[in-house]
């Protein structure tokens, strides 16, 4: 059974950082494909960066320059550094998982089975 644990979240000024964590059980960073999604009040969840089998990065146009995602297959873990944050980031943040082997930008919420409890980012305008 594959398990998602959020960590990292909090509230940072605008312009500010955070680091979110993402460790994994039951399955391994490397062998899956993996994302960032989110979700603010009122709103639907969208994908904020995802990595896939080869490790190739890809993002959502409003975090790009800003966010960076990572794995560490030592440490089974996903992250998503966040830098220059904005009110708009306001949102709870999943770590989401996908088994397998997979190619290009997985954005799209429906594309994950396997999700985190989430951790909230607030940025006060």
């Known amino acids: 059974q594959v398990q998602l644990v959020e960590s990292g979240g909090g509230s940072a000024q605008a312009g500010g950082s955070l680091r979110l964590s993402c460790a994994v059980s039951?399955?391994?960073?490397?062998?899956?494909?993996m994302g960032w999604l989110r979700q603010a009040p009122g709103k639907e969840r969208e994908g904020v960066a995802s990595i896939d089998s080869s490790g190739s990065a890809y993002y959502v146009e409003s975090v790009k320059g800003r966010f960076t995602i990572s794995r560490d297959n030592a440490e089974n873990t996903l992250s998503l550094q966040m830098n220059s944050l904005k009110p708009e980031d306001t949102a709870m943040y999943y770590c989401a998982l996908r088994r397998g082997r997979c190619s290009g930008p997985l954005l799209t919420p429906d594309y994950y089975y396997d999700w985190g409890q989430g951790t909230q980012v607030t940025v006060p305008s």
């Open positions: 039951g399955d391994t960073v490397i062998s899956s494909c």
